[in-house]
């Protein structure tokens, strides 16, 4: 138990939608990772987010998006959806920068 | 690209020591190495980290060689639970530096 939870935990969406996926931390942990999983391969980074910033970013387009809130909770946004989106989705947060704890993901499909 | 090399797949008894071996034979001096696993279709769980030392907690062992090059994690009493994908992952410790996932071991417990 982590203390980290997502939701939905799945989502079915059509191509050129948009999706919000929510992700809600522990206290004390400012800084949160949202992670992509496509089957078969290991999770990649999209963005990171301390202290409602952006702190980082992987190699994904502008039309992924994300907000950190105050209390701990955090979104990734996606607009316009395409069929390569379909993955699990994964949020983890760290309080310290060295351990991060993940959540139980969102599973997207786009149809 | 992610730094280690891992062998794609290991099976190990039930009750024995399960040896996952690791290369990441760039790491840089100020770069710790991290074992995640994940169990199917659950987020990535943190298992140890170390930089130099060899490190135990309640899950496993981590063995560090001298020049750094390769590492081993070691589960001393594998049961079938441990069935997973574990992810050997070098990074700064620090600075909220983002994990960078290859493919992974996958265990699998044999009964």
């Known amino acids: 138990e982590t203390g980290v939870t997502q939701s939905p935990t799945h989502l079915i969406k059509t191509r050129g939608q948009q999706v919000t996926l929510r992700c809600s931390s522990q206290?004390?942990?400012?800084?949160v990772s949202w992670y992509q999983q496509a089957l078969g391969q290991g999770p990649q980074f999209i963005f990171q987010?301390?202290?409602?910033?952006?702190?980082g970013r992987g190699n994904f387009p502008p039309r992924f998006s994300g907000l950190q809130f105050p209390n701990y909770s955090s979104e990734l946004n996606v607009n316009a959806l395409e069929l390569d989106d379909s993955a699990l989705y994964l949020c983890?947060?760290?309080?310290?920068?060295?351990?991060?704890?993940f959540g139980p993901g969102t599973r997207l499909l786009v149809l | 690209d992610a730094k280690t090399t891992q062998p794609p797949s290991m099976d190990c008894a039930e009750g024995r020591a399960a040896n996952l071996p690791c290369n990441h034979s760039?790491?840089?001096?100020?770069?710790?190495v991290y074992w995640y696993r994940q169990i199917h279709s659950q987020g990535p769980q943190y298992i140890i980290h170390?930089?130099?030392n060899n490190e135990t907690n309640e899950m496993a062992s981590l063995i560090i060689t001298e020049d750094r090059k390769s590492s081993t994690l070691i589960l001393p009493h594998a049961t079938l639970r441990d069935t997973a994908v574990y992810y050997c992952?070098?990074?700064?410790?620090?600075?909220?530096?983002?994990?960078?996932f290859g493919t992974g071991t996958r265990l699998t417990i044999i009964p």
């Open positions: 983890a947060s760290s309080p310290d920068g060295h351990t991060q704890y």
């Open positions: 206290s004390g942990h400012n800084t």
């Open positions: 987010y301390y202290r409602e910033e952006e702190n």
């Open positions: 760039t790491i840089s001096g100020n770069e710790y």
């Open positions: 170390g930089l130099k």
């Open positions: 992952i070098v990074r700064v410790g620090f600075g909220n530096e983002k994990l960078t």
